[in-house]
């Protein structure tokens, strides 16, 4: 299934060059990378936009956005769907047949979840609220949806943003390990008896590699012949897998938390295959256009480029150059910067639709690069990863506007933070625009209108008054 072309060994990293090839989809070139997805659709694009307009490769969901609770139905829509011939969750979601999707049971990155997993369960956020998702039931809608990947359960007790600052105590994290490796071992159980298709991919905790030397050593001796990939939430265990030769032909599926293109070159050095990466969509609903190339352009040093342009900014509101210079993707080659900010400015959902085709389209042909450069005789991979550090700066930009609506995965458990986007409503008096005439009255210092003359404002205007009746009654004023 997946097959090592070239590995280029240089100061201890091993980067390598492969194809992954999945029952039914197109072959995915590694290093490569999944499109993250909410509620089974990729944000901002539809499936005809996405076969039309990019070359995606898959993308991961989240089984914790189809299983919300309802008093209306007692199972989930998403198990009753007649397929026909196609398999159920890319029929359900309308995934173009090509492409391939990975199933887990939490979005990436995951919403911290209030209480924590149990023995035999993990707490997952639906759009109903937090409920408890069972390895059982887990188990149960892989071999429904029959998705083309699946990561079984792993006993994750915190958000990817904290995974190298806030590790639970060292005999947690042994538990962490111990319930993974059941739930594992439950899951290759039940697909030895029903036989799917689905392929698994085994997960690697963000736990130190003598915590969970047991567990790598039970998978490359006892189920290695059942995983076909692993799933790395903490790509610095990798350098340690060489002590486990049987994993090492297996293909390595980043679910760590990566913000930048300079994390995905520095992973890819570590050995890492397939990514799935979230700073794509939240570029996008930035309203950020990436710009970063893989080789970097050769630029005279007048210090480090943006990797990316911030499309709400001034600058671009009578420009028509297209968002990235050279960009062959179908938001550069029709549209220009000027038309792009009107959509941003004027909350057009098609200005973010053009994002995520761009955002997507520089995402392939960095990876497309990076293959370029590993295959090349001698590979230009490490002097290209030098100059790339240097060309661009650490961190992608910060958008200055407004994102789109909130959307689930959006959602922060966290206390006292400030809203996402200003409210569309605010109170009359907010920014110093209150009528002070007005303030008095309510305030009960003042009358005005009709009340001051001593006389009760009518409900209804008279209709035998002219114009000077009803500006004296308080139903109309004239413009001098």
């Not at 060059?17 to 499109?35: E, S, W």
């Not at 005005?448 to 205007?461: D, F, R």
Request: charged residues 25%.
């Amino acid at each position: 299934m997946f097959n090592v072309l070239k590995n280029v060994a240089a100061d201890g990293s091993v980067p390598r060059v492969g194809q992954l090839a999945l029952p039914k989809r197109k072959r995915i070139d590694t290093p490569n990378f999944f499109a993250l997805s909410s509620r089974g659709a990729i944000p901002h694009m539809t499936p005809d936009v996405i076969s039309k307009h990019t070359d995606l490769n898959g993308s991961y969901m989240a089984l914790e956005d189809f299983v919300e609770k309802s008093q209306k139905r007692i199972e989930p829509a998403v198990f009753k769907i007649d397929s026909g011939e196609r398999d159920p969750l890319h029929a359900y979601t309308a995934t173009p047949t090509p492409q391939a999707t990975v199933l887990g049971a939490r979005r990436h990155p995951a919403v911290v979840a209030p209480m924590g997993n149990g023995k035999d369960y993990i707490s997952v956020y639906t759009s109903t609220g937090f409920q408890k998702l069972k390895n059982k039931e887990y188990c149960r809608a892989i071999e429904v949806l029959r998705p083309d990947i699946a990561i079984p359960l792993a006993d994750l007790t915190f958000g990817y943003s904290h995974m190298r600052t806030k590790l639970p105590n060292p005999k947690r994290q042994l538990r962490m390990v111990e319930r993974t490796e059941d739930w594992l071992a439950e899951l290759v159980k039940l697909r030895n008896a029903e036989g799917n298709g689905t392929v698994i991919f085994a997960p690697l905790l963000p736990v130190s590699y003598p915590t969970q030397w047991e567990y790598l050593s039970r998978l490359s001796q006892d189920y290695v012949q059942q995983l076909s990939g692993l799933a790395v939430y903490d790509a610095d265990i990798l350098p340690d897998l060489r002590a486990h030769e049987s994993l090492g032909s297996l293909p390595c599926l980043s679910m760590d938390f990566i913000t930048s293109p300079h994390e995905i070159l520095r992973q890819i050095r570590l050995g890492m295959d397939m990514f799935a990466l979230t700073f794509i969509n939240t570029a996008s609903d930035a309203g950020i256009a990436l710009t970063f190339t893989f080789p970097p352009p050769e630029t005279p040093n007048s210090g480090a480029n943006p990797l990316g342009i911030d499309m709400w900014s001034p600058a671009h509101q009578v420009s028509l150059e297209p968002l990235s210079d050279g960009c062959s993707c179908y938001a550069c080659t029709k549209h220009h910067r000027a038309y792009l900010q009107h959509l941003l400015n004027a909350k057009e959902m098609l200005g973010w639709t053009l994002l995520q085709i761009h955002n997507h389209h520089i995402l392939n042909e960095f990876f497309r690069g990076i293959r370029a450069s590993l295959t090349a005789e001698p590979s230009t991979f490490e002097r290209d990863y030098e100059t790339f550090s240097k060309t661009y700066e650490a961190d992608l930009p910060k958008g200055t506007g407004e994102r789109p609506r909130a959307r689930g995965y959006h959602f922060k458990t966290e206390g006292g933070q400030s809203k996402m986007n200003t409210p569309a409503w605010e109170k009359y008096d907010t920014g110093g625009t209150e009528d002070p005439a007005l303030a008095a009255e309510m305030a009960g210092r003042a009358v005005t209108g009709a009340a001051a003359e001593g006389i009760e404002t009518p409900l209804v205007p008279d209709p035998n008054d002219d114009a000077k009746d009803l500006d004296k009654k308080g139903f109309a004023e004239i413009s001098q």
